[in-house]
């Protein structure tokens, strides 16, 4: 009884304070719809407000954004095929995590804004669709959201669940009632054993956590050879190309500086530049012209001509293909205290994989990559033109790399059929 008590307490402040935060929620909308416009749209779904009538989708899954939903991809495409007749609902916070649910699977599942974690707004999401069964991709951990499930006798599956120690830690003021919310939590499956390791520690049932490997290794073979080719015919002759992939405003100058100074030894060198956030496409564009470089975008021109020096992709949903049009690729948010980004998708082309020492949001797969020399760790500008030079200067290193990443990820494979084993039995019927 006393247990009960206190998780009403603590629901009851945790709640209180996010309703009288609920103006923050208005303004923080507002202020990302003027750097991306998506945002001004669909408020509705960010309180749970639906215009149309609610229909049932007995499988929900939760993928917060772009990296998530194509983590989640092949597990959605797997259930789809298994199970034709099941509807499900695939919930995303950012526009372009929706996008990416549109591009893939249009309108064959069901798509909206995940409410924001207000008690009322997860009662009426819950009502609305009636999900039979809840599947959260990494670490998204809603106290109301687990709880709302709870009460509705939703089985909640975390898949391909990570949590780094700084999360860990960041969890420490709401402790004592995420150990709660997890507590009723059907299945844990992590990315690996430390995660699984740190979810038990934040308060999950240790019998119900398992490691099972992470999705991303299990991610098909990228179908790119059409588009290489165009990409090549477009540049009308071999140059070294490189990529700056998902960086950060504070990356934005380090890349350039680099690229500069990869361009007196390789005065033909090409920056392919692809910004994390849309809003800062045009920022990129500007920088890299006020650096004195003949910039393209890629939603202008469409390829780099012969003279361009930066090539700025500013689309969506075409990384992984211009991945493959680079010899060597440097992934962002780690160059900036971020925690890095996908590393595997470059590896996944054969592109020789370059990233700042801040990788603490991936740390196991980059610990594999390193452990593999398939991978190379820079601190900054200077560090990662050397690295440029020395990787453009020696072809079989590059080679040698790409190689033992692309045996990394057929030795992680296995993830997928793991997950698919342990909620086959939470499937509704």
């Known amino acids: 009884m006393r247990a009960e008590f ?18 923050i929620t208005l303004y923080h909308l507002i202020w990302r719809g003027f750097r991306q416009r998506a945002y001004f749209q669909r408020w509705d779904e960010r309180y749970a407000s639906y215009a149309v009538p609610g229909q049932p989708a007995p499988v929900w899954l939760h993928a917060v954004s772009v990296g998530e939903v194509n983590a989640a991809a092949p597990l959605v495409d797997r259930l789809r095929a298994a199970h034709p007749d099941l509807r499900l609902v695939v919930t995303t916070i950012t526009p372009t995590g929706s996008e990416r649910v549109r591009a893939l699977w249009g309108d064959a599942v069901a798509h909206v804004y995940l409410p924001y974690d207000l008690p009322g707004a997860v009662e009426r999401f819950l009502r609305h669709f009636r999900p039979a069964l809840a599947l959260i991709v990494e ?13 509705h006798g939703i089985p909640t599956c975390i898949l391909n669940a990570r949590l780094s120690a700084r999360s860990l830690r960041g969890y420490r003021l709401l ?13 844990v499956a992590a990315q690996s054993p430390e995660d699984a390791q740190r979810f038990v520690a934040l308060g999950a049932d240790p019998a119900r956590v398992q490691a099972t490997g992470n999705l991303k290794f299990d991610l098909p073979p990228p179908q790119v050879e059409a588009f290489v080719a165009e ?30 100074h990869l361009r007196q030894r390789y005065p033909d060198a090409l920056l392919l530049w692809a910004p994390r956030h849309p809003e800062r496409f045009r920022a990129a564009v500007e920088a890299a012209r006020a650096a004195g470089f003949q910039t393209a975008r890629r939603s202008a021109q469409g390829w780099p001509g012969a003279d361009t020096g930066v090539f700025v992709i500013d689309t969506l949903g075409e ?20 925690g890095g980004h ?21 740390a196991d797969i980059s610990r ?16 990662l033109a050397r690295a440029l030079v020395r990787l453009f200067g020696h072809p079989d ?15 992680g494979r296995g993830a997928l059929a793991r997950t698919l084993a342990l909620i086959a039995p939470l499937l509704p019927d």
């Open 319 to 338: 990384l992984l293909r211009f991945y493959a049009c680079a010899q060597v690729a440097f992934v962002g948010g780690s160059l900036q205290d971020i």
């Open 368 to 383: 594999r990559l390193r452990e593999a020399q398939a991978m190379q760790l820079v601190a900054d500008a200077p560090a």
């Open 139 to 151: 670490t998204e951990l809603w106290p109301n959201l687990l709880f709302g499930c709870r009460a």
């Open 342 to 362: 996908n590393l595997l998708e470059p590896a996944a082309t054969g592109t020789a994989i370059l990233s700042g020492p801040h990788l603490h949001n991936f």
């Open 175 to 187: 402790a004592p009632l995420i150990r709660r919310a997890l507590a009723g939590v059907d299945l």
């Open 397 to 411: 290193e590059c080679r040698a790399m790409t190689a033992s990443a692309r045996r990394l990820l057929e030795d």
């Open 6 to 23: 206190t998780e009403r307490v603590l629901r009851g402040l945790y709640s209180a304070v996010l309703y009288l935060l609920l103006p």
């Open 231 to 260: 990409f090549r015919a477009a540049l009308g002759r071999p140059r070294p190309v490189w990529i700056a992939a998902s960086t950060h405003e504070d990356e934005e100058a380090p890349v350039l500086e680099a690229h500069a």
